[in-house]
């Protein structure tokens, strides 16, 4: 199993930038993918972007280009750079890992908040 903690959340307002941290603990040998996803209030929770232990990124449309997300093996950390935030991106962002043998876990979210 494999535990994630969250930070970086917070109130900034449209234009502006944040950085989440999601560091992962417990089985870390066992992660294939991960990932950072969001829920804004009323609306399912959706991919925002994930990258491979080969490397790979992939992100949300409506992310690319303003959002990157990269990894620190050493810190056992992921991040994901936000930057031009806009209003519509306000929502709770979840850190998530894929293991190899098909097991999701989940970290207990930060909330994001974009001002217009």
């Known amino acids: 199993q494999v535990q994630l903690v969250e930070s970086g959340g917070g109130l900034v307002q449209a234009g502006g930038s944040l950085r989440l941290s999601c560091v992962a603990s417990g089985s870390i040998t066992s992660i294939d993918v991960r990932g950072w996803y969001r829920q804004a209030p009323g609306k399912q929770r959706e991919l925002v972007a994930e990258i491979t232990s080969g490397g790979r990124m992939n992100y949300a449309d409506s992310v690319k280009g303003r959002f990157t997300i990269s990894r620190d093996n050493a810190k056992n950390t992921v991040y994901l750079q936000m930057n031009s935030l806009k209003a519509e991106d306000t929502a709770v962002y979840y850190c998530?890992?894929?293991?190899?043998?098909?097991?999701?876990?989940w970290g207990k979210g930060t909330l994001v908040t974009v001002s217009p």
């Open positions: 998530n890992v894929l293991a190899w043998n098909g097991v999701n876990s």
